[in-house]
């Protein structure tokens, strides 16, 4: 009778009854806790490797994708043929990684857009080496024109004209090809004709639409006749023609150009251009000619004239397509009215006239009756001595 305590050893602890826990050891303390300790060790191991894992078979997957869109691009292909190149010191093109293209344009931000096209976005990006690019991600109809593609940014490295957009290379790892270009800085011709500042005309003066219209000529021309292949580039438009800092015109978008390796005098193709640019006797027969591109610039005649936009269904009827409108003014002697008021105040009467009848013939139904695309080029580059010895003497 009576209450009682019972100790445990020195070393041990426990209610040291026999019928209790008893007694054991102090290194025996926490067994469940030792326990839950190494499951819980167990299951982090197991996490850590099975994340592991995972990542290593993303990441293999990841690159086994990309070396299937490489192949399917035409990498091999591409590769051999910059290499013969650059034994003989002629390309100065590079294939480029998806990542650095992904790490130069902030994984793609819409932030740093700069055009939305027929063929492509077009992306602001910086490169490791600080370099200013501009990524463009193209549109392919179909697996047939990968060599083509290839064989066309093969010849575009070659192109070496002040006045036409330089390609530094490519990106080959990606389900749709990129193509990486020199970054023009100030915009399009476009933008600058119809942004109007003062609500009366834009901010490019006549000397400098001139200047701009023989630059863009003068590169045409090079494509047409003087490049190591002959390049039709289907897409001539204000759009696509960039302005840097000081104004220089680039003609840029070779998404729907075609090569001309046997100079033929006509390429049946897939009709393809921009509505209001597009040539008439083109889009009719779907035969190609490099007076398909001499109409298009025609038309980009008319807009650096009148600032007005080649459609625009505003306008009356009549005015639609201005290009048409504008060929049957100058026919009628009566096309001063439409001019750009900037145009018609800083141009001399005879030197605006002689550019609207060059904007005219190049703008004939009938390619045949059209001025070349060298024979533009040379008028206008005559027109713009004239004036600057007129201005300087």
Known sequence: ????????????????RRGGSGCFHNNQAFPVFKISLGVGIGFLFL??????????LRKRNEILLKAKFFHKNGGL???QQISSQESSGESSAKIFTADELKLATQNYDEKLILGRGGHGLVFKGTLSDNRVVAIKKSKMANENQIEEFINELVILTQVNHRNVVKILGCCLETEVPLLVYEY????TLSQHIHTRKDGMSSSISWESRLRIAAETAGAVAYLHSAACVPIIHRDIKSANVLLDESYTAKVADFGASRLNPLDLKEIDTIV?????YLDPEYYHS???????????????LVELLTGERPISLARPEEKHNFAIYFHSL??????????EARVATEGKREQVLAVAMLAKRCLNLRGEDRSTMKQVAMELESLRKSKLSSTHP
């Open 1 to 16: 009778m009576g209450s009682y305590k019972c100790y445990c050893p020195k070393g041990s602890h426990g209610d040291g």
């Open 47 to 56: 996490a850590i490797g099975g994340s592991w894992l995972y990542f290593s």
């Open 77 to 79: 292909f591409l590769k």
């Open 184 to 187: 023009v800085s100030n915009g």
């Open 272 to 276: 393809q251009g921009t509505f209001g």
């Open 286 to 300: 779907g035969q190609l000619t490099g007076k398909s591109d001499v109409y298009s610039f025609g038309v980009v």
């Open 330 to 339: 100058v026919t009628e002697n009566d096309m001063f009215e439409i001019l």
